[in-house]
């Protein structure tokens, strides 16, 4: 399965700047995508999700980008603040499944 | 609004034992889907339960089996317990009517010696 080991890409950013992540996904099939945050000792929570007929959507602070052309799937966060700390997955889900695939974890440390 | 709730938060078994975890979805949810995540790794799907019946599953052994009850709640059964089946088990529900995204309970870390 999807996994970096103990070794996740990290992505450090100054507090109030923009923060851009980035995931490949797998499957040409998928239909659906969602960004999770996974904070320390707690489960992943739904940050903002895209269906494949769109190419962007925003949120508050927080955009998604798909590109099926590349299978490329981007999340940025505006303003970046010490509480968006967190490592974040990207998930997708194939048309005609109930099973959600992860991407491989980046941690996001943002410096004061 | 109460969400995911998982039973118990963190549970040591020796290798060989069975091990029963719990779960209760967040209310109007009908769906529960069971992942495991190892350490520094995204979660990854065990199966998924919709109407007591499990409706699909991923690459994990018979060794894993659930159950889903009338009222939605869940139960997730590890057998023959492995070291290897050391992980956070993270629950999640679901609305097959609305729209696909889960709420992810708080998991139970799941330590085999």
């Known amino acids: 399965g999807e996994s970096v080991g103990l070794h996740l890409p990290t992505l450090s950013v100054q507090e109030g700047d923009n923060s851009i992540i980035n995931c490949a996904y797998s499957?040409?099939?998928?239909?659906?995508f969602i960004w999770y945050k996974q904070e320390s000792g707690k489960g992943p929570q739904f940050i903002i999700d895209?269906?494949?007929?769109?190419d962007k959507r925003q949120g508050q602070r927080v955009t998604v980008l798909l590109n099926k052309t590349v299978k490329h799937l981007s999340l940025q966060i505006a303003a970046t603040q010490p509480g968006d700390s967190a490592v974040y997955f990207c998930a997708e889900k194939e048309a005609g499944t109930y099973k959600y695939i992860f991407g491989t974890g980046t941690r996001l440390k943002v410096l004061a | 609004d109460a969400g995911v709730t998982q039973s118990p938060t963190h549970l040591i078994k020796t290798r060989g034992q069975q091990v029963t975890l719990r779960c209760s979805p967040k209310s109007g949810h009908d769906t529960v889907s069971w992942y495991q995540q190892a350490l520094g790794q995204g979660p990854q799907f065990i199966f998924q339960?919709?109407?007591?019946?499990?409706?699909q599953r991923g690459n994990f052994p018979d060794r894993f089996s659930g159950h889903q009850f009338p009222n939605y709640s869940s139960e997730l059964n590890v057998n023959a317990l492995l070291l290897g089946d050391s992980a956070l088990y993270l629950c999640a529900s679901s609305s097959a009517t609305g729209n696909y995204g889960y709420t992810f309970g708080s998991g139970t870390r799941l330590t085999v010696v």
């Open positions: 339960y919709y109407e007591e019946e499990e409706r």
């Open positions: 895209i269906r494949s007929n769109m």
């Open positions: 499957n040409s099939a998928s239909d659906y």
